[in-house]
């Protein structure tokens, strides 16, 4: 089985950073696409920023030049840098993986518990 934690959530300011960390642990052969999700108050979930399955990044465009995604693979763990946070920001963050058991078998997609951000005054 396979786990993700996200950890680094909190309540901030406007204008003030947070940096979200996910850990994969488990039975893990490989980790190919990774990203972070985020659903705000009565919204749907929507992508903020992921590798894809070649290691490129994308961001979402209201998050482009604030957060900043990187992960070491040695380590299983993905982060979310976040600057200049703005109450819009505010939301459940979600950590997603495609993760391979075994070579044999495709990757399967899995999600953390999720983290709370609040930016507010």
């Known amino acids: 089985q396979v786990q993700l934690v996200e950890s680094g959530g909190g309540l901030v300011q406007p204008g003030g950073s947070l940096r979200l960390s996910c850990v994969a642990s488990?039975?893990?052969?490989?980790?190919?696409?990774m990203g972070w999700y985020r659903q705000p108050p009565g919204k749907e979930r929507e992508l903020v920023a992921a590798?894809?399955?070649?290691?490129?990044?994308l961001y979402t465009d209201s998050v482009k030049g604030r957060f900043t995604i990187s992960r070491d693979n040695a380590k299983n763990t993905m982060y979310l840098q976040m600057n200049s946070l703005k109450p819009d920001d505010t939301a459940v963050y979600y950590c997603n993986a495609n993760v391979a058991i075994i070579p044999t078998d495709p990757p399967r997609s899995y999600w953390g518990q999720g983290t709370q951000v609040s930016v507010s005054s």
């Open positions: 488990g039975s893990i052969f490989s980790i190919n696409a």
């Open positions: 590798f894809n399955s070649g290691g490129t990044t």
